[in-house]
């Protein structure tokens, strides 16, 4: 069932407090603010979500999932392109003041396509994962969706980085669907685990890179497998500090109280709203969307060479 779109979801930033009835009239009261937006295909994105909380509280957040379409990884970069220009041509008119793909997939095939097409600032996880890993290793493993890995997205922008740095990259098909249903803690989810990171190991990295949003929800398993001594590398908490420093330099970071986050779907609302409970504390309240359609566009040169 489709909600009605003027609805603002339940924020997960909020609490029961004294002051919750008197934040919840001034934000229903307050002009329409521009928001961030923020674009998965699942409930990957909530990490970067967490994160823009965290660092940016008064920021207003816009969040679409494309769970119609999910996953990306295993989509054509014509694919992820197309789905990309459909999401942004939405979310354009809907107030947001910039966009993060909060997708590796969608940050490794379709960010340099679409950023000179929409007048605002987009943001990918591409280049501020592996700046990070860069400044934390030389051994460098990524693990990423077939589509990402295939890519070499991270290869390409840690080399540029450092000419020295060796990495790996291992595709991992099963991770997304494990998490969006859930099975983070299965015994088959560790065995998956082992079995995507067995090469990585061999090769004695020092550190891994979570080379798709979804991933640092399996990070206890992962430090069930790795020694202590592995850094870790989430590009979501990356990507908001850039993010942070790309709205100061434009001087529209937000200073009023955040609006409620509003929470969007391609697929099923009530699917979603359960999925997101584990990653937010609580049940957000989704509107099911329908993109607009975008007519299709070749792809550039430079985009299949």
């Not at 392109?81 to 966009?99: C, D, N, S, T, Y």
């Not at 400044?135 to 000419?163: C, D, F, L, V």
């Not at 001594?229 to 529209?252: K, R």
Request: one cysteine or more.
């Amino acid at each position: 069932m489709q909600n009605d779109l003027s609805s603002l979801s339940p924020d997960p930033r909020d609490r029961p407090t004294a002051s919750e009835d008197a934040r919840s009239a001034f934000a229903g009261a307050a002009p329409e603010r521009a928001k961030i937006g923020i674009f998965d295909s699942g409930v990957g994105g909530l990490t970067v979500l967490r994160e823009l909380y965290r660092q940016l509280p008064h920021e207003s957040i816009l969040y679409f999932a494309d769970t119609a379409r999910l996953p990306y990884g295993n989509r054509s970069q014509a694919e992820i392109i197309q789905f990309v220009r459909e999401i942004l041509h939405w979310m354009v008119p809907q107030g947001i003041k910039m966009a993060i793909m909060a997708c590796n997939t969608s940050s490794a095939l379709a960010l340099d396509v679409v950023r000179s097409e929409f007048d605002l600032p987009i943001l990918g996880l591409i280049l501020p994962g592996a700046r990070a890993a860069v400044s934390r290793g030389r051994r460098i493993g990524a693990i990423a969706t077939p589509a990402t890995a295939a890519s070499n997205a991270y290869r390409r922008a840690i080399r540029e980085m450092n000419p020295d740095a060796r990495v790996w990259q291992v595709g991992c098909p099963e991770f997304v669907p494990l998490i969006e249903r859930n099975r983070i803690h299965d015994p088959y989810t560790v065995e998956v685990a082992r079995e995507y990171l067995a090469p990585l190991q061999e090769q004695q990295i020092d550190t891994l890179v979570y080379g798709c949003t979804h991933y640092p929800l399996l990070a206890p398993v992962f430090k069930t497998i790795l020694p202590p001594s592995v850094a870790l590398i989430d590009p979501a908490v990356h990507v908001v500090t850039a993010a942070a420093q790309e709205l100061e330099m434009l001087g529209i970071r937000e200073t009023l109280p955040a609006l409620p986050t509003r929470f969007c779907v391609s697929g099923s609302p009530e699917e979603f709203a359960r999925r997101a409970v584990p990653w937010l504390g609580c049940t957000p309240l989704v509107e099911k969307i329908c993109l607009p359609t975008v007519e299709q566009q070749p792809l550039p040169v430079e985009a299949v060479e």
